[in-house]
Nanobody, 123 residues
Framework: QVQLVESGGGLVQAGGSLRLSCAAS????????MAWFRQAPGKEREFVAQ????????YYADSVKGRFTISRENAKNTVYLQMNSLKPEDTAVYYC????????????????WGQGTQVTVSS
């Protein structure tokens, strides 16, 4: 069983930066795909970025490409999301997710989730 714990959310002005962290434990010896999703009030959870645990390939939603960077530090079983040039529309609860088999971007197919961390971008 994989446990995920996010941290690093907060309040930032538009144009600012934040770095989110996701610490994974339990079952991290498998080839987990790690991803970040976000959910704004009244909206469906949407894909942000993903990274393959073993070979570090990455994929981004068009809305964050060029502004966000996902990375991982295997020695610490941690995945990061560096968010630059933040916009008010980036305001959401950000969730870390993981799955040992699924490789896509549909949130319903991910088996493991963190509790979420709030990111608020003021204009």
């Amino acid at each position: 069983q994989v446990q995920l714990v996010e941290s690093g959310g907060g309040l930032v002005q538009a144009g600012g930066s934040l770095r989110l962290s996701c610490a994974a434990s339990g079952g991290t010896d498998t080839r987990l795909l790690m991803a970040w999703f976000r959910q704004a009030p009244g909206k469906e959870r949407e894909f942000v970025a993903q990274v393959n645990w073993s070979i570090a390939s990455t994929y981004y939603a068009d809305s964050v490409k060029g502004r966000f960077t996902i990375s991982r530090e295997n020695a610490k079983n941690t995945v990061y999301l560096q968010m630059n040039s933040l916009k008010p529309e980036d305001t959401a609860v950000y969730y870390c997710a993981a799955d040992p088999v699924y490789t896509g971007t549909t949130f319903r197919h991910y088996d493991y989730w963190g509790q979420g961390t709030q990111v608020t971008v003021s204009s």
